[in-house]
């Protein structure tokens, strides 16, 4: 077991949430128990995930995407006063942490959807904040639309939106999971011939075409289950915890 607080040390100390500016409170967000032993990984602290945790009797829940975001009502009502009523009433910590889970350079986002879609040698796209919000690699042989887009249904068991010239081949290709399709100019000016993502936007379908670049929009669940479970899989392996990553199924 561990307590709270020395979960706590080791998350901040993994991940470094004191050096990127986000849009959430990173770190412990809801307190629970002192003692820590089973913990549920997901994506979002959604209703379900925590549902979920309270039948595997979890003392906590690590998640990219929890509460108390910019611009979001204070009040405590609705969905989220049953969200944190049910933290609060079984004794379960949440923790959260949202861009350092993006940009971590082997357990983020970026670097774990890298990896599993064989995009080896990958390094941060320079010069974009904060550094490894954007991943890039360079193909060994240049591959067809087609073929990037069954290696990408293939991998995240879902097929992408694709935008692009088909019979361009790729080579060099940009990456950032989940909302990060504005990054799609910052890629092209680089040289991309591919960028992935998980949403697309109205505009995005234009930069694509204007700049002649490859999109694939795969989703941001999709592309965002792995840096939690990665994490995960971190503290059950050197802490001996006993941690269980639960999907939560999100189309979007």
């Not at 109205?202 to 840096?227: L, M, N, P, V």
Request: some cysteine; hydrophobic content about 40%.
């Amino acid at each position: 077991m561990i307590s709270r607080l020395e979960l706590l040390n080791v998350l901040d100390n993994l991940l470094k949430p004191n050096e990127v500016k986000d849009y959430c409170p990173n770190g412990l967000q809801v307190e629970g128990k002192l003692r820590i032993k089973t913990i549920v990984t997901g994506v979002t602290a959604s209703q379900r995930l925590i549902d979920a945790a309270i039948e595997h009797q979890a003392d906590a829940i690590l998640v990219h995407h929890g509460y108390f975001w910019k611009g979001e009502p204070a009040v405590v009502t609705g969905m989220k006063q049953r969200r944190l009523k049910a933290l609060l009433t079984n004794d379960i910590n949440l923790y959260a942490y949202h861009l350092p889970i993006d940009i971590h350079p082997e357990l983020g986002n970026n670097a774990q959807l890298g990896s599993l879609l064989g995009l080896v040698n990958s390094q941060p796209l320079t010069d974009i904040a904060p550094n490894g919000i954007v991943f890039k690699a360079t193909l060994a042989e240049p591959v067809t639309q087609q073929a990037l887009t069954e290696k990408i249904s293939q991998v995240l068991g879902r097929t992408p939106l694709v935008e692009g010239d088909s019979n361009k081949l790729i080579q060099h290709v940009a990456w950032c999971s989940g909302g990060g399709q504005g990054f799609i100019d910052q890629a092209a000016a680089a040289g991309m011939d591919a960028f992935i993502s998980g949403e697309v936007s109205e505009q995005t379908i234009h930069s694509a075409r204007e700049q002649d670049i490859h999109y694939f929009a795969c989703g941001h669940h999709a592309t965002e289950r792995y840096g939690a479970k990665a994490v995960g899989d971190y503290l059950a392996r050197e802490l001996g915890l006993d941690v269980r990553f639960i999907d939560i199924d999100n189309p979007a």
